[in-house]
């Protein structure tokens, strides 16, 4: 069984920088495919970033393009979101999720294919939030 923890939620000023780690515990065979998630109060779930690690390739929504950067620490099973440029419209609770994305991996689907709608995503974390201030 996959865990998800993430840490480093919390509150800044717009324009400030927050990084956000999940470590994954467990049968780390199914985090292919790993990627962050906010909801806003009132609004739908969104997919912020992704990346399938076999092929390296990375997703993320035109929103936080240029602003926020996905990475994983194998060694650590450990991914990272890096958010510069915060601003008041990224309020809210961050999710990591994790997949072993198994039609991905065959190339069937691109991994912008399981995180932009409804998310498809086996394995999620608990959220953590962050709140940025204007």
């Known amino acids: 069984r996959l865990e998800l923890v993430e840490s480093g939620g919390g509150s800044v000023q717009a324009g400030g920088s927050v990084r956000l780690s999940c470590e994954a515990s467990?049968?780390?065979?199914?985090?292919?495919?790993m990627g962050w998630f906010r909801q806003a109060p009132g609004q739908e779930r969104e997919g912020v970033a992704a990346?399938?690690?076999?092929?390296?390739?990375?997703y993320y929504a035109d929103s936080v393009k240029g602003r926020f950067t996905i990475s994983r620490d194998n060694a650590k099973n450990t991914v990272y979101l890096q958010m510069n440029s915060l601003k008041y419209e990224d309020t809210a609770i961050y999710y990591c999720?994790?997949?072993?994305?198994?039609?991905?991996?065959?190339?069937?689907?691109?991994?912008?294919?399981?995180?932009?709608?409804?998310?498809?995503?086996?394995?999620w974390g608990q959220g953590t939030q962050v709140t940025v201030s204007s």
């Open positions: 999720a994790a997949d072993p994305c198994t039609l991905v991996r065959q190339g069937v689907l691109t991994i912008a294919d399981i995180t932009t709608g409804e998310p498809d995503f086996a394995t």
């Open positions: 467990g049968y780390t065979d199914d985090s292919a495919c």
């Open positions: 990346l399938y690690t076999g092929a390296g390739s990375t």
